[in-house]
């Protein structure tokens, strides 16, 4: 024996699925609601496109808040020559001072 477990094709296959799942940005809670749906005689494949979609809205929300966050940190470090005292850092008194 080699100290490799054996699984079973499907327990292989459903472990595939919520890698790539997460790797696509669902949570476990979407994940397992897929993996429901996936069951489901009732699911159609529009279903799961509109939770795709859904997602899609979710990363494009969060590219935004990213963007937002990169152009203000940006901001920061054009405003800070990386001279003088930690006490004089104009980055640390812009987040003192919630500045953006």
Avoid: W
Wanted: net charge positive; charged share 40%; hydrophobic share 35%.
């Amino acid at each position: 024996e080699s100290g490799y477990r054996q699984y079973p094709e499907d327990t292989v296959h459903r472990l595939r699925f919520i890698r790539r799942a997460k790797e696509l940005g669902f949570t476990l809670k979407e994940i397992k609601e897929l993996l429901a749906l996936r069951i489901e005689p009732e699911t159609t494949c529009e279903d799961i496109r509109r939770r795709a979609e859904a997602k899609i809205g979710d990363i494009e929300e969060k590219i935004c808040t990213l963007n937002k966050m990169k152009g203000a940190l940006k901001k920061l470090t054009l405003a800070c020559k990386g001279r003088g005292p930690v006490s004089a850092c104009p980055i640390l008194e812009a987040m003192e001072n919630d500045k953006q």
